[in-house]
């Protein structure tokens, strides 16, 4: 399997992992092309991918703090096909290495959604158990109905993120605003 990480803009890489983000996620949950396009047009985003036999299998959306020191994981997805087959673990831990390559990122952090619904504890616990700690903060953005909690990943022992949901939350909305900007 080859992992690979774009942080520019490339039509034929964004086709070949497309099928598997939207196999994942519902329309109205999704960021759509366009805005994909912008986030890596400005720098502000990474598509990552994990292709095996020249077919991407999954794929993962990142983005980064102002300053660089938090990488978001905004959307990560398998293809149905390959799931349960620890490849998500996998792009997690590409990611994680990619992330420590990043020469002032102090850690990771992704937003679950934290209605205990079952769908949802069991997302909670595939973060925790790839060393992501859940927050207790439950953020409530003004453009969506659901409610959710920030987790975190440390990169590092001597210069660790906060863990407060609230600091957390404002890297990731910080983010999402620059991504949905519609000017640089």
Known sequence: MEFNTTTEWNERHWKEA???YEQAFPAAGRKSPAIIRRMLERGIGQLHTAVLHKETIAMALTGHSAKGEVTIIDYLAVDEGYRNQGLGRRLIDYIRAWSEQQSVCRGIVIEVEA???????????????????????????????????????????????????????????????????SKS
Do not use: C
């Not at 069991?122 to 453009?143: A, C, K, M, P, S």
């Not at 659901?146 to 890297?171: Q, S, V, W």
């Open 18 to 20: 497309e099928p598997v």
């Open 115 to 181: 209605e205990p619904t079952e769908a949802n504890l069991g997302r909670i616990r595939f973060w925790e158990r790839n060393g992501f700690r859940l927050t207790d903060e439950v953020h409530q953005y003004i453009w969506v109905p659901e409610l959710y909690r920030a987790m975190i990943l440390h990169l590092t022992e001597d210069n660790r993120l906060p863990e407060d949901g609230k600091t957390l939350f404002r890297y990731i909305t910080s983010f999402h605003e620059r991504a949905y900007r």
